[in-house]
């Protein structure tokens, strides 16, 4: 062993209480820094997982309308807040069944004890039998501006205008459906074109 190496090992330097202290102090300094920013990185995170799982629910309805050949709606804040719900249309695009034509009857026709889901047949004959799970956002997380949005089996997106609840008409491409989800001050939005192309924003 070198001699400088037996001086290390036989000393007997210590860590100093201010050296203690100054440690401490670095180490609280960089918690109270990162502690928040670690917070809103995860509180953005839940929001956009939210976020993807409405367009999912968007994206979910398009293709269910091509494929079963029926219009299908997705509901916002239905039955309750927080909740959406993709529902079959009942009746005909021109001559909706009373109780879904419009947005006062909503409430009922998100309800999954009336409407159960899955559908208790498979008969495509029995409506509805293309309804999907009711869903709840976050508690967190809650809808900003939504719209119920009608897909219909041609892949084109159509929504209610005016005070008329059955005035289902196609959306301008240009401008399109916007859906938005909020959480403290942070948003997420969801735009929806005429010819059905959902994206996140």
Same mark, same amino acid.
């Given at each position: 062993?070198?001699?400088?190496?037996?001086?290390?090992?036989?000393?007997?330097?210590?860590?100093? @209480?201010?050296?203690?202290?100054?440690?401490?102090?670095?180490?609280?300094?960089?918690?109270?820094?990162?502690?928040?920013?670690?917070?809103?990185?995860?509180?953005?995170?839940? @929001?956009?997982?939210?976020?993807?799982?409405?367009?999912?629910?968007?994206?979910?309805?398009?293709?269910?309308?091509?494929?079963?050949?029926?219009?299908?709606?997705?509901?916002?804040?239905?039955?309750?807040?927080?909740?959406?719900?993709?529902?079959?249309?009942?009746?005909?695009?021109?001559?909706?069944?009373?109780?879904?034509?419009?947005?006062?009857?909503?409430?009922?026709?998100?309800?999954?004890?009336?409407?159960?889901?899955?559908?208790?047949?498979?008969?495509?004959?029995?409506?509805?039998?293309?309804?999907?799970? @009711?869903?709840?956002?976050?508690?967190?997380?809650?809808?900003?501006?939504?719209?119920?949005?009608?897909?219909?089996?041609?892949?084109?997106?159509?929504?209610?205008?005016?005070?008329?609840?059955?005035?289902?008409?196609?959306?301008?491409?240009?401008?399109?459906?916007?859906?938005?989800?909020?959480?403290?001050?942070?948003?997420?939005?969801?735009?929806?074109?005429?010819?059905?192309?959902?994206?996140?924003?």
């Amino acid at each position: 062993m070198t001699r400088w190496f037996r001086q290390r090992l036989t000393r007997e330097d210590g860590i100093s @209480l201010i050296d203690q202290i100054a440690t401490i102090a670095i180490i609280a300094t960089v918690c109270g820094i990162a502690v928040p920013a670690l917070k809103n990185s995860v509180e953005n995170q839940r @929001l956009g997982i939210e976020a993807r799982n409405v367009e999912r629910e968007l994206q979910l309805a398009r293709l269910s309308a091509v494929s079963s050949n029926r219009p299908i709606r997705v509901r916002f804040n239905c039955p309750s807040t927080g909740q959406y719900r993709r529902v079959e249309l009942l009746g005909s695009i021109n001559s909706p069944i009373s109780g879904d034509d419009g947005d006062a009857q909503a409430a009922a026709r998100c309800n999954q004890t009336t409407y159960p889901y899955p559908a208790p047949d498979r008969d495509p004959l029995t409506r509805p039998s293309n309804d999907g799970p @009711l869903l709840q956002l976050n508690p967190a997380v809650s809808f900003g501006v939504t719209q119920t949005l009608e897909f219909w089996p041609n892949g084109t997106v159509h929504t209610t205008t005016g005070a008329m609840a059955n005035s289902w008409l196609p959306i301008l491409g240009s401008t399109g459906a916007t859906i938005t989800l909020t959480k403290g001050t942070a948003t997420r939005t969801i735009t929806v074109n005429s010819l059905g192309k959902v994206q996140l924003q």
